[in-house]
């Protein structure tokens, strides 16, 4: 959905480290170059238990990385969730971002049915 400043995400997932996937390749739409330079992983540690509040940090993380040394997330190779926080590495390429978000904030992240449903908003 968007809005004048703001990009939200509805996510749906089927476990929660899915939802952190999936923000991983929503986000990595909207950064994409078209460029896809050299390849390198990167260890993300985010420390907290509200997953919500990781799944901002997850996104904030990401867009720092975009901002600061230029890489456009690809994937992730295992997120690791757990009650002290997340650990993941993801896979980016160098190139030349788009760098057209500010921050994330959340609105929402719960289980929904068998699954998990999450709610983030971009501001760009």
């Not at 899915?18 to 929503?26: E, G, P, R, W």
């Not at 896809?36 to 985010?46: M, P």
């Not at 190139?95 to 999450?118: S, V």
Request: proline residues 2%; charged residues 25%.
């Amino acid at each position: 959905m968007e809005h004048t400043g703001e990009l939200e995400m509805d996510i749906e997932a089927g476990t929660a480290e899915a939802v952190f996937a999936d923000a991983l390749h929503a986000l990595a739409e909207l950064l994409a170059d078209g460029v896809g330079g050299e390849r390198v992983w990167r260890d993300v540690t985010i420390d907290g238990h509200e997953r919500a509040a990781l799944l901002v940090g997850w996104l904030d993380e990401l867009v720092y990385l975009a901002e600061t040394e230029d890489l456009v997330p690809e994937d992730t190779g295992r997120i690791d969730l757990s009650n002290r926080g997340l650990v993941a590495t993801v896979r980016c390429h160098h190139g030349r971002p788009r760098h057209l978000i500010k921050a994330a904030t959340y609105l929402t992240f719960e289980r929904h049915g068998a699954g998990f449903h999450a709610t983030v908003v971009l501001d760009v």
